[in-house]
């Protein structure tokens, strides 16, 4: 081709690709607009996540933090399936990746086996007489066992090293950070169009009471906010009092209290049990019988702080946090109420009414019954709801044995410091299941992924020590 052809292709080109954008972004608007920002950071994240597993699955809790709040200025993109998408090119990335061998052998433990069990049983499910859609368990059961089974063993086989866990604790830390900013703007500041919107769709009956906002930050909701930041804060609180430099244990500190102060903003009472319940599980897994009764007396004062006094009580926050202590509580007594309902229900239904036929995806895809219309208000109340008394026993014997075998297993390791990650991860897993109690929290996002993700680190735990020590005889 000589150079006058080439000259005269270049420019033709330029013109025609330039008049199908303009025509593209007449048709689209903003949205078209978007797209061409979109598509090459599109490619460039698609390629950075090709490169290995252990990127998909990293993006893939980046996603479960930012995806909801996200929604909420581009409603018309499905934003709340990018976590789906991350960890299916997982998948692919695993396939194809020739960068590092996949260790099947991980595979090969009792996490994994109760796992697939979990698994097993929500797909039994689909065969419920009482279920009414199969595309409510298509949707429901991402969250109740399927992003489970997804992380779970992608994290032992790709990203377990001690690396590995600490990009986890990074992201926390950053995204928790950018997270309470984000929620001391908006109450110190004010709110923006997207969220003001959202609230007028039918939030601001239950995030703005009494003149005063819950602080739900870019998560699904204040309560959701409340319990994130309270999980992110007790493995703060736990790092902090761990044998790391003395600017990192300030670091920690200082996150600790920023964490707390903003779950005390949401207003999600439930959230009080996080670092209540995980203070207990580390000191109790620590075996520091003197840290153990120092916090024990400081639980006690703060027990004592918020039933028996009224110091604080001009200052809404306080107020309402002290009402998680009264048993006269109108909403305590609504959920009881609820409770009695659901018992007399599934009195006859062993095995629920079905994946998806309660809260959100019930309301959606089987309107007007009792499980979509009454509300569960919490985790256990759904699985019990949706799986029955059999799944909620299989369930809660599940997360005790995760429980115990994490014990054993952190006992064992001997570093210091990985040990004290480790701990920091199991007192957010006890503060969570135990706050699951009052709230639907344990599989919602991004607080799911951090647990199953932690999971995995708590089976890994031996392996990651002596990944450490041969890195140590290395260098």
């Known amino acids: 081709m000589d150079l006058s052809r080439i000259q005269l292709t270049f420019p033709l080109t330029v013109l025609v690709l330039s008049l199908l954008v303009s025509l593209w972004v007449v048709q689209t608007g903003i949205f078209g607009i978007g797209t061409l920002f979109a598509i090459p950071l599109g490619v460039g994240l698609g390629i950075f996540m090709m490169g290995h597993p252990a990127h998909c699955l990293y993006t893939a809790l980046v996603f479960a933090f930012v995806s909801i709040g996200a929604s909420r200025y581009v409603p018309s993109l499905p934003l709340g399936l990018t976590v789906d998408f991350a960890l299916a090119a997982v998948l692919v990335s695993a396939v194809f990746h020739t960068r590092v061998k996949t260790d099947f052998s991980y595979l090969k433990n009792p996490l994994m086996a109760v796992t697939l069990i979990w698994m097993g049983y929500n797909v039994a499910e689909i065969f419920n007489p009482e279920a009414r859609s199969i595309t409510a368990w298509v949707y429901a059961v991402r969250g109740t066992a399927l992003y489970m089974l997804l992380t779970v063993p992608l994290t032992l086989l790709y990203a377990n090293t001690q690396k590995d866990l600490d990009r986890l604790l990074k992201i926390i830390f950053l995204f928790s950070i950018l997270a309470s900013f984000w929620g001391l703007r908006q109450y110190y500041i004010g709110l923006d169009f997207a969220e003001n919107r959202w609230l007028d769709q039918g939030s601001r009956s239950t995030h703005v009471l009494f003149g005063n906002l819950r602080v739900f930050s870019f998560f699904s909701d204040a309560g959701q906010f409340g319990a994130g930041i309270a999980h992110s804060g007790m493995i703060a609180l736990v790092l902090a009092l761990g044998p790391f430099r003395t600017r990192y244990r300030i670091f920690f500190g200082c996150c600790a209290l920023l964490f707390f102060y903003m779950m005390i903003m949401s207003g999600t009472r439930g959230a009080l049990m996080v670092p209540v319940a995980g203070t207990l599980a580390y000191l109790f897994a620590s075996k520091n019988f003197k840290l153990m009764a120092m916090g024990l007396a400081a639980l006690a004062m703060v027990f004592i702080f918020l039933k028996f006094t009224s110091i604080g009580n001009e200052n809404y926050q306080i107020r309402r946090l002290r009402s998680a202590l009264d048993p006269n509580d109108a909403s305590l007594n609504v959920r009881l109420s609820n409770k009695a309902k659901f018992s007399e229900y599934l009195k006859n239904r062993p095995f629920g009414g079905g994946v998806g036929t309660s809260g959100f995806w019930g309301q959606r895809f089987s309107p007007g019954t009792f499980l979509a219309e009454?509300?569960?208000?919490?985790?256990?109340?759904?699985?019990?709801?949706?799986?029955?008394?059999?799944?909620?026993?299989?369930?809660?014997?599940?997360?005790?044995?995760?429980?115990?075998?994490?014990?054993?297993?952190?006992?064992?390791?001997?570093?210091?410091q990985l040990r004290q990650k480790l701990f920091a991860l199991l007192a957010g897993y006890a503060g969570i299941a135990a706050a699951s109690i009052g709230n639907p929290l344990l599989g919602q996002m991004p607080t799911g992924i951090i647990l199953y993700m932690s999971w995995a680190y708590?089976?890994?735990?031996?392996?990651?020590?002596?990944?450490?020590?041969?890195?140590?005889q290395n260098g």
């Open 458 to 472: 708590f089976y890994l735990s031996p392996q990651l020590e002596n990944n450490l020590t041969k890195s140590d």
């Open 374 to 416: 009454t509300p569960n208000d919490s985790w256990f109340i759904k699985i019990w709801a949706e799986l029955g008394i059999v799944g909620l026993y299989l369930h809660v014997s599940i997360l005790a044995f995760i429980g115990i075998m994490a014990l054993f297993r952190i006992w064992k390791v001997k570093s210091p």
